[in-house]
Structure formats: C-alpha cells, structure tokens
C-alpha cells in the first residue's frame, strides 16, 4: 500500500537534504582547505629562518676573501661566485615576504651588490668585513631574522 505524500511536503524534504548536504560540504571543504595552507606565522618563519642562513653566509665570505688577499684563493670561486648565490637566493626569500616594499628590496640588494663591488675592486679586509657585516644587518633588520 502506497503512501500519498503531497507535492509541498517532498518540496521541504528536498529541499532541507539539499542544505544539509550543502552545509557538511562547506564544513568538509573548508577544513581539508584549512589544513593544506600554511599558516601565516609558517610563512614568515621560513623567510626568516632563510634570510638567517643568506646573513650567515654574507658573513662568511670574510674568511674567504682574506684568502684571496693572501694569494691562496680565487676571488671568482671563493666570494663572486657566492655572493651571487646569496643574492639569488635573497631574491626567492623577498619574493615570499609580500610585506616587504619594493624600496626596501632595492636596498637589499644594493648593500649585497657593494659587498660584490668592493671585492671586485680589492678592497681592504677591513672595508670588505665592514661592508658584509653591513649587509647582514640590514638583512636580518629587514626581514625580521633572529642574529645568532
């Protein structure tokens, strides 16, 4: 035997499982979205724990260029070449640091390029130490990482 249910009632029915479903579908969707994005403090950890290593590796380059001074090393692999590397690697840590202006990344990268020139132009140690020391600095200043 056969049940009448009228027009109006299947109507509610449908239409309440339609907001049900579409309810546990946004609830679903929005915590399987919440846990595959990183967090913002995440983010900004990793730019700072990068711009560290890119400030300890500026920092470095001092040992290296004495080096050269003394006739032991080559200026091209032991400071051109990885000043390079960390200007580089300074660019991919800017670009995931949106709160950083463009003027202050100019400023970076300048700082980084006067470390480069100076080696360039065989600068005295203590000049070169100065201007890498300067650079790391600013670095960690600008992109908020912990000196070690």
Known sequence: MALYVSA???????VII?????????????SIGRQQAPAIADRVAT?????????????????????VLSGSDDLDSSVIQP?????ADLQATMDRAPWLTAA??????DAVSQVRQAAIDGA???????????????????LGANSS
């Open 8 to 14: 109006g009632r299947r109507t509610r029915r449908t």
């Open 18 to 30: 339609a907001a049900v479903a579409s309810l546990i579908a946004l609830v679903v969707g929005w």
């Open 47 to 67: 730019v700072q724990s990068q711009a560290e290593l890119e400030a300890t590796g500026l920092e470095r380059l001092g040992i290296e260029y004495e080096q």
């Open 83 to 87: 000043l390079d590397a960390v200007r």
């Open 104 to 109: 202050r990344r100019a400023v970076l990268l």
């Open 124 to 142: 005295p140690l203590d000049e070169f130490n100065s201007a890498t020391l300067a650079a790391a600095a600013l670095l960690r200043q600008e």
